[in-house]
C-alpha cells in the first residue's frame, strides 16, 4: 500500500474495509480537456465511478444514482432524467457522461424483458455475492443449466437497456440533437457467468 501511495501521489481513502485511492489529480481527465469548451455534466450510478474517486472533476454537475445497481428500469430511469435535463438547460455545446449498472449483477430484468428472453424463467433475479454465499462460492462448479439460467437473466438485463438506449437514440432525432451529436457507447467489461 505504501508503496502504490508514493507512486500515485495521491491521498489514500478507507471505502467499506478496502484502503483506495482516487485518480492522481497529475493526470488530467478527457473531462478536463473538454471542460475549457463545453459545459460538462455526469448521470452515473455512482460506486466505483462515485465522486470518491475523483472521477467528478471536470464537470459541472456530477449526480450518482445509489440506486441504481438494484433498479430493473435503471435505463430508462438514467435516459429519462437526461431528457429532461437536455430542456431544461439547452446549452449549445455541452458533454454527457452517462453511466448505469443496468446490465451488471445483481441480475433482476424488468418482467416484460424477461419473459422475452425466457416464457417460464426459473429465477426471476440473481446476485452472485448473496445468492452464492459471497466471492468464495463463486469459485465453486456449478451446473450447466443453472448458468444457462443466470445468462438469460444477463440477457434480459440487455434487452431492457437497448430498448431503452434505442429510445433515447429516437427522443434525440426527433428533437433535432442527433446529427449535431457524437456518441459513444461502451462496456467495462463483460461477464463470466462462473467461468473461472
Known amino acids: ?24 489529480p497529475s493526470i488530467p481527465t478527457l473531462t478536463e480537456y473538454l471542460a475549457k469548451n463545453y459545459v460538462t455534466f455526469s448521470f452515473n450510478g455512482g460506486g466505483n465511478v462515485s465522486r470518491e474517486f ?21 435505463s430508462t430511469s438514467l435516459f429519462d432524467k437526461v431528457k429532461v435535463h437536455l430542456e431544461t438547460y439547452p446549452f449549445p455545446k455541452v458533454f454527457y457522461f452517462l ?21 417460464k424463467p426459473k429465477l426471476s433475479k440473481f446476485d452472485y455475492y448473496a445468492d452464492l454465499g459471497g466471492m468464495r462460492g463463486i469459485y465453486k462448479p456449478y451446473p450447466t443449466d443453472f448458468v444457462e439460467e443466470v445468462a438469460k437473466l444477463y440477457d434480459a438485463e440487455i434487452n431492457g437497456f437497448d430498448t431503452a438506449f ?9 428533437n433535432g440533437l442527433y446529427d449535431n451529436s457524437t456518441i459513444i457507447l461502451l462496456s467495462d467489461h463483460g461477464e463470466e457467468f462462473l467461468e473461472h
Open 1 to 24: 500500500v505504501k508503496k502504490n501511495y508514493i507512486k500515485s501521489g495521491n491521498d489514500p481513502f478507507v471505502l467499506g474495509k478496502k484502503l483506495v485511492f482516487s485518480l492522481s
Open 54 to 74: 475523483g472521477f467528478y472533476r471536470g464537470f459541472d454537475g456530477y449526480l450518482s444514482n445509489g440506486k441504481d445497481m438494484n433498479d430493473p428500469r435503471a
Open 99 to 119: 453511466h448505469t449498472y443496468h446490465t451488471h449483477s445483481p441480475y433482476n430484468p424488468s418482467p416484460e424483458y424477461l419473459s422475452k428472453q425466457e416464457p
Open 166 to 174: 434505442g429510445e433515447f437514440i429516437d427522443y434525440l432525432k426527433a
